[in-house]
């Protein structure tokens, strides 16, 4: 992002700041690490698995560092933070962690299992708000760059609005995000310290091409135009403006192609 500085005074990615990039092995933020990298921002992933943290590093060339870390665990956050603020500045958080799990509330074998739905909201809203507030907090031992600490960019789902059958736990998880997205940049911003969340459409990662083929192509079948799945390279370049954007600020952002998802 050096030479690309925002004309308003710059930007957060200054060459050697150090980006938090939760769930950062895989998918969406793989991409966002190597984008961030790119641009001359060090990446830190997050992530529970050390041989998936190791070929994400290989995918980076080496330019970054992996920390095994469960986004739910206050301790194993604190040990990552710790070591990205070993690394420089830490200015960017990008809460990619999540998981779904798809169950009717009612099914043939009876409700939902409690802790289906409780699994789905620990990873995916409780671990972006722990992961935020205990990353918040290190900003603010930092001196403001350009009027800014830092930002956090959270990743919600276009099921946060049109939860289809069957993702009831993943739309409540993600229509969290998206309900706090406005409190916590209230919250953080006399610290200043944005916070912005992305609302994917379909993105072809992990996450979306273990579905069966056939699915995947009546999902594809609903986008409006273009008629695809999304390339992770194009979440990232998302979040690279919103770091760069100082406007940006306690919104929810769609990246959808037109995506309404219908019923089921
Ligand atoms: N791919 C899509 O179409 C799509 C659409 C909308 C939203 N999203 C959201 O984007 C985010 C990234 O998903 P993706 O598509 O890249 O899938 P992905 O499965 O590749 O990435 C999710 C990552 O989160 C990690 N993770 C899960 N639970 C964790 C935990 N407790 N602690 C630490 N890490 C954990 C996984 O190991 C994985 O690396 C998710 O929040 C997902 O819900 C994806």
């Known amino acids: 992002m050096t030479g690309r500085q925002h004309a308003l005074g710059g930007d957060l990615a200054e060459s050697g700041s150090v980006a938090l990039i939760a769930g950062g092995t895989s998918g969406l933020g793989l991409a966002t690490a190597r984008r961030l990298a ?3 921002l060090f990446p830190v992933l ?14 980076l060339d080496g330019r970054g560092a992996f920390v095994p870390a469960d986004v739910v665990d206050e301790h194993d956050v604190d040990v ?3 070591v ?12 990619c962690a999540g998981t779904a799990h798809a169950a009717r509330t009612v099914g043939r074998d009876g409700p939902m299992p409690l802790r289906d739905f409780q699994v789905v909201i620990a990873t995916d809203l409780v671990g972006t708000f722990n992961v935020t507030r205990l990353a918040a907090e ?3 031992r930092l001196d403001p760059v350009y009027g800014q600490r830092g930002v956090v960019i959270n990743c919600a789902s276009v099921a946060a609005y049109e939860g289809q059958i069957g993702q009831v736990a993943y739309a409540a998880a993600k229509a969290g995000v998206v309900g706090m997205t406005l409190p916590l940049a209230r919250d953080l911003a006399g610290l200043r310290i944005r916070v912005v969340t992305v609302a994917p459409g379909l993105f072809e990662t992990p996450l979306t091409l273990t579905a069966p083929t056939e699915l995947r192509e009546q999902l594809q079948s609903q986008v409006p135009h273009p008629r695809r799945f999304g390339q992770p ?3 990232a370049a998302l979040v690279e403006h919103i770091i760069a954007n100082p406007m940006l600020n306690g919104e929810t952002i769609r990246l959808d192609a037109a995506l309404r998802l219908p019923t089921r």
Do not use: I
Not at 46 to 59: I, M, N, V
Not at 84 to 95: C, I, K, S, T, Y
């Open 38 to 40: 790119d641009g001359g």
């Open 46 to 59: 997050l992530g529970r698995s050390p041989e998936r943290g190791k070929l994400a590093l290989e995918h």
């Open 80 to 82: 990552a933070l710790d």
């Open 84 to 95: 990205a603020e070993q690394h420089g500045p830490l200015r960017v958080v990008v809460n």
């Open 138 to 140: 290190r900003m603010t």
């Open 233 to 235: 390279s194009e979440f």
